[in-house]
């Protein structure tokens, strides 16, 4: 697939086995969440087109600059993507942020939107869509047809773990989608959960369960 990125590096190799460890407590899961954010920020901001080159001066010369412009927008799929917004947002300060809550109802198997909030301004901009568990894609794909139903430029999803059957979905139907993951898992138990995955990440982050 050559829109999915697998960021393999020794340090989000490290935190992925503390964010799976089912004894690591939730305020060390919220900053290994933020601390992986951060890298994954970093890999999906590296190949960026837009610069402004404007004049300044440094304190012996004057030259010009690269300042990036057209900046995106980080949406998180509440709840759990709003674990990763600090970790992107403090790598990307300059970029504006939307929230997306919706989830899949089991009983009519269908997904359900409860909240959806963005900049004014998204039409033509580039949103990074933030949500740490990927695993029937149901969630994901709704979201991307809702950020798209708003004419964005482009969608790059930012996530840690996703499952084998959300990419082959992602990639039938969205397949201009870029996907930056840490770890691919390819299994789901009946409940809908990756395996051996890490839980559920809204829960570790908020500690709601």
């Known amino acids: 697939m050559s829109n999915l990125h697998i960021i393999d590096h020794p340090l989000l190799r490290h935190k992925l086995g503390y ?14 969440v933020t ?10 901001m590296k190949n960026w087109k837009d610069f402004d080159h404007p004049e300044i001066e440094t304190p ?25 917004l600090d970790g992107v947002l403090s790598m ?16 009519v198997n269908t997904t359900v939107e409860y909240y959806f909030k963005m900049p004014s301004d998204i039409k033509g901009r ?3 869509l933030c949500d740490p568990l990927i695993a029937t894609g149901d969630t994901i794909s709704a979201a991307i047809e809702r950020l798209k139903s708003y004419e964005v430029k482009k969608i790059q999803i930012m996530s840690i773990l996703v499952s084998q059957q959300a990419l082959e979905r ?12 840490v770890n691919i898992e390819k299994e789901m138990n009946n409940d809908g959960y990756l395996v051996p995955g890490l839980g559920d990440a809204g829960d570790r982050l908020f500690q709601t369960k």
Not at 97 to 107: E, L
Not at 171 to 177: E, G, I, N, Y
């Open 19 to 32: 964010l799976r460890d089912k004894t690591t407590n939730s305020n060390e899961f919220r900053a290994l």
């Open 35 to 44: 601390e992986v954010s951060k890298i994954l920020a970093y890999e999906v």
């Open 60 to 84: 012996l010369a004057k030259m010009k600059v690269d300042r990036i412009v057209s900046v995106p927008v980080v949406v998180s799929i509440m709840r759990a993507g709003n674990g990763m």
């Open 92 to 107: 990307i300060p300059f970029a504006s942020a939307g929230f997306i809550g919706i989830y899949r109802d089991k009983f």
């Open 126 to 128: 580039t949103a990074i």
């Open 170 to 181: 992602l990639q039938k139907a969205h397949p201009d989608v870029e996907i930056y993951a």
